[in-house]
């Protein structure tokens, strides 16, 4: 783990020239007004090949596959392992992929596998008629993986130094020629380049993701706190969301009371900075049931509202059939009557993959041809959208 100091020196020096870059200006979020100081270039997809590293570099500081980093840093490898960004070179995503041309299959890998060099090794095996083989896909198998985020041209970078605030080149140049500290990976515009689409493709004002914006508009934003402050308290490398219990309740606000006319369950988006859900593929459903002598569910008397972005693709273009998402602060009441009822059930159902379940995943394997490696992989990925839903604040009520 030896190397000479020049290199390191000029390493720090063209880091630094980097960042003072006259488009230090706006992150490249197409539409969106980013006002951070990231050079417009650190986002800017499809991410050029990081090139030749330092000679001097052992074969662990040259490596760009998440577990050598993870053999420096390993609580953060720990934690992203278990991420959706490492399993973001999904089946159901590579069973489109193979289906795909280079340029078309570039599109997506430019946010599910960024880097120049997963796109290669993706296209490498897709040539070779191995793109469904994950052990083939080399770099790709790795989706959102540590350089994504952390290395433009073999330099590193990384957040403000934890407990100091200390930004600029680390002083010590110890493994892969020390850290350039910089501000913007405490940002939401960080995080935008994937997580929002361009104004241009909006649907009914909206575009299908719209993450970054919703945030703007939210009291959060106003407050100072970052998509980082709610999905990597104290940086942990988790970025859980709508897969994940704790996470979803940590944001709601259930709150359930009764009189002599009926039951009442009131859902309040009271934590999420951003639309309760975000994107079009959950969908959240508040339910309540009259429940009978013996405690069983009268399916007659159930209620539901439904709390999703409905949009569907007709005729070449996508239409917004309805938008009851809540925003932040907003709150929505259901209300069942009590009829012969003494007693009702009440809860929330998330299925976080509702539209890829019911609509992608079902039109996809229409059209692929039977027994395909392409229908096999959607196949696999509806069980396993079809299986991740779960309930919320079930409670019961007694009539007063
Ligand atoms: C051989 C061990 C080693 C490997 C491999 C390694 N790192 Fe590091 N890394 C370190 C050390 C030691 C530091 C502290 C450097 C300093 O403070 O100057 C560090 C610092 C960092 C920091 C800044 C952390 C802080 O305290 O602010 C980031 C981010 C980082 N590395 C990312 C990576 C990524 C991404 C990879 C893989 C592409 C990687 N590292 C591979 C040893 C390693
Ligand atoms: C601008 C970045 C971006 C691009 C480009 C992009 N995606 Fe995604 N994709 C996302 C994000 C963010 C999510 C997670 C949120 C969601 O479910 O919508 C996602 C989720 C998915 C999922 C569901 C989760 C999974 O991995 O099974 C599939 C399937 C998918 N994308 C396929 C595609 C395909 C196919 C393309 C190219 C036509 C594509 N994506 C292009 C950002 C992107
Ligand atoms: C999706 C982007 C992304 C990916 C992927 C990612 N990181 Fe990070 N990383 C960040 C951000 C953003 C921060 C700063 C978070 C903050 O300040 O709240 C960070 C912080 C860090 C730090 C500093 C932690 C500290 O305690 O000061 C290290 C070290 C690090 N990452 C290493 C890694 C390693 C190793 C991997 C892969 C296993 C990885 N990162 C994957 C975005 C990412
Ligand atoms: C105040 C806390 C908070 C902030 C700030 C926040 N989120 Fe979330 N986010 C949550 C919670 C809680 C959930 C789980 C409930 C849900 O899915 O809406 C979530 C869910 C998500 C999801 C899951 C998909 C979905 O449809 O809901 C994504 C993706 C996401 N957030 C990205 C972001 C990004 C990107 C930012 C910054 C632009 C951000 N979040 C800011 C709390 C926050
Ligand atoms: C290089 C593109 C990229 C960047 C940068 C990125 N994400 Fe993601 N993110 C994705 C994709 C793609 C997915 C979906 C992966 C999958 O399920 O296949 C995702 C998934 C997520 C999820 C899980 C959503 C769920 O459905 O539960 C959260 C939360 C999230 N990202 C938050 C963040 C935050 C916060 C940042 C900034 C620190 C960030 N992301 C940066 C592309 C990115």
């Known amino acids: 783990m030896t190397r000479r100091i020049s290199t390191i020196a000029a390493l720090i020096a063209t880091a630094f020239a980097f960042v003072a870059l006259p488009a230090f200006a706006q992150a490249p ?19 050029g090949p990081q090139g030749a590293p330092p000679p001097e570099w052992s074969d662990v500081e040259r490596s760009l596959a998440p577990k050598d980093c993870g053999q420096c840093h390993a609580d953060r490898f720990e934690e992203w392992q ?83 605030g200390t930004v600029g080149a680390s002083a010590d140049a110890a493994p892969h020629g020390g850290i350039l500290r910089v501000p913007w990976f405490e940002k939401s515009e960080f995080c935008a380049a994937c997580h929002q689409f361009s104004q241009e493709q909006a649907i009914n004002g909206k575009p299908l993701q719209n993450t970054y914006a919703e945030w703007r508009a939210s009291p959060q934003a106003g407050q100072g706190i970052q998509c980082q402050g709610c999905h990597m308290p104290d940086r942990r490398h988790l970025w859980r969301g709508i897969h994940d219990r704790e996470m979803v ?23 999420i900075g951003h639309a309760f859900p975000t994107y079009v593929t959950p969908k959240a459903v508040m339910n309540a049931v009259a429940l009978d002598a013996r405690g069983q569910p009268r399916t007659d008397t159930a209620v539901t509202a439904v709390i999703q972005r409905r949009v569907v693709y007709e005729n070449d273009a996508w239409i917004e059939r309805s938008d009851t998402r809540l925003l932040p ?72």
Request: net charge negative.
């Open 82 to 164: 278990t991420s959706l960004h490492a399993k973001a070179l999904s089946p159901g995503l590579v069973g489109q992929l193979v289906t795909f041309d280079g340029e078309q299959a570039s599109a997506c890998l430019e946010c599910h596998a960024p880097l120049a060099e997963q796109r290669q090794d993706f296209e490498s095996a897709r040539a070779a008629n191995e793109g469904h083989v994950p052990a083939r896909v080399g770099l790709a198998a790795s989706g959102i993986g540590c350089p994504a985020c952390h290395l433009r041209a073999h330099r590193r970078f990384g957040p403000p130094q934890r407990g100091t």
């Open 329 to 400: 602060g907003e709150t929505v009441v259901l209300e069942i009557l009590w009829g012969d009822a003494q007693r009702v059930r009440m809860w929330l159902e998330i299925h976080p993959d509702d539209f890829y379940d019911h609509d992608v995943y079902d039109d996809l394997l229409r059209d692929l041809p039977q027994g395909s490696h392409a229908a096999r992989l959607i196949a696999e990925a509806k069980t396993h959208a079809g299986a991740g839903h779960f309930r919320l604040f079930e409670t019961e009520i007694k009539r007063p």
């Open 249 to 271: 309740a940590s944001g709601l606000t259930a709150r359930f009371s009764a009189d002599s006319r009926g039951a009442r369950f009131q859902l309040t988006n009271s934590g």
């Open 29 to 47: 979020v197409a539409g969106v007004d980013a006002g951070a100081a990231m050079p417009a270039d650190y986002w800017r997809l499809p991410l």
